[in-house]
């Protein structure tokens, strides 16, 4: 497996106590696969996210490539940090309104020191073809872009780093509906062309049907069904899944209730 994560906790003290915003969650991604993560807002889906690619502290194992990386330095964690990037949600407050475009995709580069500054422009411009952007705007500043180009320029910017993971945190919930279908088609694309590896969080499970292989459905911090995607939006065994279900897709069910508990 490319990534396995097992009994992994992250916590907060707040001040009404201590919240478990992911408890003991297990799962495995194989190399080119694509991992939905779907639950309601406040599920812990996010924390995952930024748990395993160490954004955020927790405890447990989190395994890449067979490497343990949960108890690595920020030094040892460096060379890594190339292999798993991540696309917020907000295409707009994920990208510096001081930087060009440029800029902001070569980011990465510059932080690694790959290549010299033609080379880190040659990668600059096949990254914004490979996206569907003119490279001509690489110019210009963030302010100039539509949300789903916005997007696709924070797209771009993990994308020239050829990453094995991707966490995809929410990255077409901000979009209307004809520029999400042409965001899912690039990813797909991209998924396609690069072997690439997505945690795909979301609470659009229109989406999650359009592009998962397999699904985790999350409540309160637990996985509480996982397996085949396929198999759970078709037929769900836990309440609360086909609670979610029923909102998504306009199905009749017994007690919507389990939903907002």
Do not use: C, W
């Not at 490539?65 to 407050?93: A, H, K, Y």
């Not at 963030?142 to 797209?155: T, V, Y």
């Not at 690039?186 to 397999?214: E, M, N, T």
């Not at 396929?230 to 069910?253: G, K, R």
């Amino acid at each position: 497996m490319l990534l396995t994560i097992d009994n992994l906790h992250t916590t907060f003290n707040t001040h009404r106590g201590t919240v478990h915003a992911v408890n003991g969650l297990s799962l495995s991604v194989a190399p080119g696969e694509n991992l939905g993560n779907v639950g309601e807002s406040g599920s812990g889906k996010t924390t995952l996210g930024m748990a395993l690619l160490r954004l955020e502290r927790s405890t447990g194992d989190i395994r890449f490539n067979g490497q343990n990386i949960q108890n690595l330095s920020t030094n040892q964690l460096r060379p890594l940090r190339r292999e798993m990037q991540v696309v917020f949600q907000d295409p707009f407050g994920s990208l510096s309104p001081r930087l060009s475009v440029g800029q902001i995709v070569a980011e990465g580069l510059v932080a690694h020191n790959i290549g010299n500054e033609t080379e880190q422009q040659e990668k600059v411009i096949h990254a914004l073809e490979e996206v569907g952007l003119d490279p001509s705007t690489r110019h210009r500043y963030p302010h100039e872009f539509s949300g789903g180009q916005r997007q696709r320029i924070a797209l771009a910017r993990a994308m020239i780093m050829q990453p094995e993971v991707l966490v995809l945190d929410e990255p077409t919930s901000e979009l209307d509906r004809s520029v999400q279908a042409q965001m899912i088609n690039l990813l797909q694309k991209l998924q396609h062309d690069h072997a690439l590896a997505y945690l795909f969080i979301s609470h659009d499970l229109k989406v999650i049907r359009a592009l998962s292989d397999q699904i985790i459905v999350m409540r309160q911090g637990k996985v509480v069904e996982q397996g085949d995607a396929e198999t759970i939006l078709d037929n769900p065994t836990h309440p609360y899944t086909q609670a979610l279900m029923s909102a998504a897709f306009d199905l009749t069910v017994s007690d919507t209730s389990v939903v907002s508990q």
